[in-house]
């Protein structure tokens, strides 16, 4: 029985996280259910300059990963389907990742509001029981966000900053370094198997590439 990652992309700034997640599951073997929010869309296009459109998902999304689809599981569902297959509890799947995630999906997530599909698809698979890495990258933080957070934390989420290391690749980190960091702490949250950054060893250089 297929059981896909959810992958949820709201509208805050960080796509490319979003896009690193999503290759490891790929690398890793995974299944994909993808839901790009209305919000994000707009947000896709501004930091990468590509459409992300329902007509042609398949074709945006192999232009925005960079790479060919050919024999990947992936399913995309548009964010106004509420009827779509992660909206329900019955819906086999391993569990969610919201990246990045919005201070409005947050919110949304933490307080039931399943105001699009998005947002719905969290909350069912925090009420299965099932893993949910919650991934925000606004700075700074209001009161209310950082009680949403908590809420979301309570409610069984990992509550995952995208607040990329520098002990892998030093000061000389390039930009996909420190987003491949993130990616794959998310990778490691999920029990994905990666080798997106050098893991730390206990020592100060011996190790390092």
Known sequence: MR???VVGVSGASGTPYAAAVVRG??????SVDLIVSRAARLTVLDETGRPFRDAHWSEDLAAWLGRDLDGADVRHWPAGDLAAGPSSGSYPARGMVVVPASTAACAGIA???SKDLLQRAAEVN???R???VVVPRETPVTRSHLEHLITLHDAGAVVMPASPGFYGAGAAASAAQLVDFVAGKV????GVPH???HRWTGTLNADRP
């Open 130 to 132: 099932r893993r949910v």
């Open 3 to 5: 059981e896909p990652w």
């Open 126 to 128: 925090l009420k299965e």
């Open 25 to 30: 599951l790929l690398d890793a073997g995974a």
């Open 187 to 190: 990778l490691d949250a999920l």
């Open 195 to 197: 080798t997106l950054f």
């Open 111 to 113: 307080i039931g509001l």
